[in-house]
């Protein structure tokens, strides 16, 4: 490498350092006000929880972030992606629009939290919701609009990077990576993938902008954000449908992602989505897994997993800690390739083998 490289490379990650590092800052500036405005993840009255896995290392955690960003500016020196460009001055309005409007739905949020009350959208009118299963009709993470409101879709992405700090999209980049090994030496044109789950299309339109071309779908309820984000990209098509039943030909694509889902789904519903999975896939097609570490992952960090069901409504993710993903792959007819560690985040990697 000679010098002009090493000193284009020493400026691309200080100026990836300093933009990830502002938008950390942002985000969990955030997360700091909410915390202080909020009543605290215990009711009153009750006894303060106390995780039985131990107390977190704040140390392991701290590890863990950096080396996150660290991988992250690996893969795109890589060629995995583009180094991201989330850090602008056009985009500072609707970054305070966001702002407010997350700080705004604090106390909404909060009074759901000390009622614990994680199913009032059950209450409420939503056109069709005759059409949704139970468990989906729920407030989680006690979101105000549940995953049915236009509010609710653009307040997303803002309470889940406060959440974590500045590091969602960081994480869901390490399946990005996942997708650019897959695609290696292939025609784009002729790959189809699925996002299940895709959320109002932030992560299908991150990969639209590396790979364009790319034969493209997401499924969620989000369906009206999702489409008004992938409108760029015609051939991409959103449904809006559930996991469990997806209205997809057997054995029609190359790849299918998952982002977030499974902790999410009643463990009955986990093992009806993996076999619709394995259904759609072509033989030989991969499917990415990607959703909260497990205990085990971090053992340093087993107690801070314990704190998350108890403050936020996700009433399977203390079952979920404990699935065996690769179990339910493996009968389903999906072998295990690869795991690795992205922060909070674990993404597992099974290729279709019939």
């Known amino acids: 490498m000679g010098v002009f490289d090493t000193a284009a490379r020493t400026a691309g990650r200080a100026r990836y350092a300093a933009a990830q590092g502002l938008r950390s800052a942002w985000y969990g500036a ?15 009255g009750e006894p303060a929880f106390r995780p039985s896995k131990g107390t977190p290392d704040l140390a392991a955690l701290r590890r863990a ?27 500072l309005p609707k970054a305070l629009r966001s702002a407010r409007a997350f700080r705004e739905d604090v ?18 009118i939503i056109d069709g919701h005759n059409r949704y299963p139970a468990y989906y009709l729920q407030n989680f993470h006690y979101q ?15 309470q889940v990077e406060a959440l974590f700090t500045g590091t969602a999209d960081a994480m869901r980049r390490a399946v990005l990576a996942e997708i650019s090994r897959e695609l290696k030496g292939r025609d784009q ?3 189809s993938l699925l996002d299940v789950a895709c959320g109002n299309g932030r992560f299908l339109s991150q990969v639209m902008q590396v790979y364009p071309r790319l034969m493209a779908s997401g499924l969620d309820t989000y369906t009206d954000a999702a489409r008004a984000r992938l409108r760029p ?3 991409v098509e959103i449904l809006h449908d559930a996991a469990e039943s997806m209205p997809i030909e057997d054995a029609s694509l190359d790849m299918v992602v998952s982002i977030f889902l499974f902790h999410e789904l009643p463990p009955r519903v986990r093992g009806q989505v993996v076999s619709e999975v394995q259904r759609v896939l072509k033989p030989g097609g991969l499917f990415i897994l990607a959703d909260s570490a ?17 403050g936020f409504h996700e009433p399977y993710y203390k079952n979920y800690l404990s699935w065996n993903a690769n179990s339910v792959c493996e009968a389903a007819g999906l ?20």
């Open 30 to 44: 955030q997360m700091s006000a909410a915390r202080r405005r909020a009543s605290g993840f215990d009711r009153p």
């Open 107 to 124: 106390e909404e949020v909060d009074r759901r939290r000390l009622e614990r009350n994680g199913t009032e959208i059950r209450q409420q």
């Open 144 to 158: 105000s609009g549940g995953w049915f409101t236009e509010d609710s879709a653009d307040l997303y992405d803002t």
């Open 233 to 235: 990209w015609k051939q």
């Open 294 to 310: 497990q205990f085990g992952d971090y053992p340093a960090l087993d107690g801070l997993l314990e704190y998350f069901p108890h």
């Open 65 to 91: 972030y950096v080396e996150l960003f660290l991988k992250d500016r690996l893969n795109v020196e890589a060629g995995l992606y583009p180094a991201p460009s989330d850090v602008r001055l056009k985009d």
């Open 335 to 354: 072998l295990p390739e690869t795991r690795s560690l992205a922060f909070l985040t674990k993404i597992s990697t099974f290729r279709r083998i019939s």
């Open 189 to 191: 044109r002729g790959v």
